[in-house]
C-alpha cells in the first residue's frame, strides 16, 4: 500500500541554493509577461503639442496644454486605438500614471499602452508588445552560482535631507538628484563600504557595479532591493542582484551605480546577463 502523504513532498525549501533557483526561475518569468521587461519595444517622450507618431503604433499623440496631466490622441476608427475600452474616433484625453485612476491603452491584439511621467512632469508613451524581438529571442537569463561569501550583514542609518546625483543611461552625463533615506555601512576582507540606495515602495534599491561589470556581467551594472529590521540591521543577500530593465530592452533609461556604490572587486553573486535562445548575448550594452 502506498503512502501518499508520505511520497509527496509539501515542504517549503529551506536549501539557500533551491531558494535561490526558484526565484530566478519566477524571474525568468515575470520578464516575458505582457507588461515585462521584454515586452517593451518604444518609449517616446511627447512635450510638444504637435501631434507626433508613436512607433510602432498608430493615432498622433501630443501633450496637453498648460501643463495638464497626461496626453491627447487623435486617431481614426480605423487604427483601432482603444483608451478605457473605448475605440478613439477623433481625438481623446489619456491618464498618466501619476492619475487615480491611470487609463488602459490598446492597440490590437499584442500591443498595449502606458503613459508615464518623469520628474520633471513630462509625459511619455510606453509600447509593449507580447509578440516583441525580445521575447521571441529569449533563451535564459544567465546567472553565478550560489556564494554564501557574498551574504551580507550590515548597518542602515536613517539621514534627513540626504541626495545624490544619479546618472542615467541615455542622459549623456546630466545628473539628476535623488532623495537618499539613508547609509548602508559593512565591513568586508579588511575594507568598510559605505552604499547609497533610494527607495523604492517599501524596500530599498541599491544600484551596483563591480569588477564583473562589463566582463562576466551586465555592463551598466545590478540592482539589489533588501528592506532594513526595525533594529537597523540589513541582509544584502547579492545573490539576488537582479539585471536592471535595460539589460532586456533599449527602451528602458537605467539608472548608473553612483561612485559610493562601484565596487573594485569582483562580486561573483546573482544575475549576469540575458541570453538568447542560442546562448549568445541579448545586448552587448
Known amino acids: 500500500m502506498t503512502d501518499t502523504a508520505a511520497s509527496t513532498d509539501t515542504s517549503t525549501p529551506t536549501d539557500p541554493a533551491e531558494l535561490l533557483a526558484n526565484f530566478h526561475a519566477r524571474r525568468e518569468y515575470s520578464v516575458v509577461q505582457p507588461n515585462g521587461n521584454l515586452a517593451l519595444v518604444n518609449t517616446q517622450w511627447i512635450t510638444d503639442a504637435e501631434p507626433q507618431a508613436v512607433w510602432p503604433v498608430a493615432g498622433r499623440w501630443s501633450a496637453l496644454p498648460d501643463g495638464g496631466k497626461g496626453l491627447r490622441v487623435i486617431a481614426s476608427a480605423e487604427d483601432a486605438v482603444v483608451i478605457d475600452g473605448r475605440i478613439v474616433e477623433g481625438e481623446a484625453i489619456v491618464r498618466g500614471r501619476d492619475s487615480d485612476d491611470p487609463s488602459a491603452i490598446s492597440f490590437g491584439d499584442t500591443a498595449t499602452g502606458t503613459v508615464i511621467v518623469n520628474e520633471a512632469g513630462e509625459y511619455g508613451l510606453r509600447v509593449w508588445d507580447t509578440q516583441s524581438e525580445g521575447i521571441r529571442e529569449f533563451g535564459s537569463i544567465d546567472t553565478f552560482d550560489y556564494n554564501p561569501e557574498w551574504v551580507i550583514r550590515a548597518s542602515f542609518t536613517p539621514v534627513e535631507g540626504l541626495s545624490v546625483g544619479f546618472e542615467h543611461l541615455k542622459d549623456e552625463g546630466a545628473s539628476r538628484e535623488k532623495a537618499i533615506p539613508g547609509e548602508i555601512t559593512f565591513s568586508k576582507d579588511g575594507v568598510d563600504y559605505n552604499l547609497v540606495a533610494f527607495k523604492a515602495g517599501r524596500a530599498l534599491q541599491l544600484v551596483f557595479s563591480d569588477a564583473t561589470s562589463g566582463n562576466s556581467s551586465y555592463s551598466v551594472g545590478r540592482f539589489l532591493f533588501v528592506a532594513p529590521s526595525p533594529d537597523g540591521s540589513i541582509t544584502?543577500?547579492?545573490?539576488?542582484?537582479?539585471?536592471?530593465?535595460?539589460?532586456?530592452?533599449?527602451?528602458?533609461?537605467?539608472?548608473?551605480?553612483?561612485?559610493?556604490?562601484?565596487?573594485?572587486?569582483?562580486?561573483?553573486?546573482?544575475?549576469k546577463n540575458v541570453l538568447t535562445k542560442s546562448g549568445s548575448l541579448l545586448h552587448e550594452e
Do not use: H, K, W
Not at 254 to 259: F, I, L, N, S
Not at 261 to 269: D, K, L, M
Open 236 to 271: 544584502l543577500d547579492f545573490n539576488r542582484a537582479i539585471l536592471p530593465p535595460c539589460a532586456f530592452s533599449y527602451a528602458f533609461n537605467c539608472p548608473m551605480p553612483p561612485r559610493q556604490n562601484r565596487f573594485t572587486v569582483p562580486i561573483e553573486a546573482g544575475e
